[in-house]
């Protein structure tokens, strides 16, 4: 079992800044890849990045190219995403995710724990 908990979330004008973290409880010692996805009002959760066990490979997907980045803390327990130049259409509760293995990859991988979420809003 693993115990997600997501922070950082809020209301931020277009074209601001937010950084989201996560945090992962778990007594296990299986290697897992952690990842966000996003769910806004009346629409599907989407993938938005993921990043494998070393911190060394990510996955973001095209939407948030170039503006959202993700990271993992020395203690790999912890995920990040930095989130820049925000628009209206980023707001969504953002979910933290992880799935066991080594590798990170998209929606298509088992992901088995999830967060309870957190809000962000983007004002224009």
């Known amino acids: 079992q693993v115990q997600l908990v997501e922070s950082g979330g809020g209301l931020v004008q277009a074209g601001g800044s937010l950084r989201l973290s996560c945090v992962a409880s778990?007594?296990?010692?299986?290697?897992?890849?952690m990842g966000w996805f996003r769910q806004a009002p009346g629409k599907e959760r989407e993938f938005v990045a993921s990043?494998?066990?070393?911190?060394?490979?990510?996955n973001t997907a095209d939407s948030v190219k170039g503006r959202f980045t993700i990271s993992r803390g020395n203690a790999k327990n912890t995920v990040y995403l930095h989130m820049s130049n925000l628009k209206p259409e980023d707001t969504a509760v953002y979910y933290c995710?992880?799935?066991?293995?080594?590798?990170?990859?998209?929606?298509?991988?088992?992901?088995?724990?999830w967060g309870q979420g957190t809000q962000v809003t983007v004002s224009s």
């Open positions: 995710a992880v799935v066991y293995g080594t590798s990170a990859g998209g929606s298509d991988r088992p992901w088995a724990f």
């Open positions: 778990t007594r296990t010692f299986s290697p897992y890849a």
């Open positions: 990043i494998d066990w070393s911190g060394s490979s990510t």
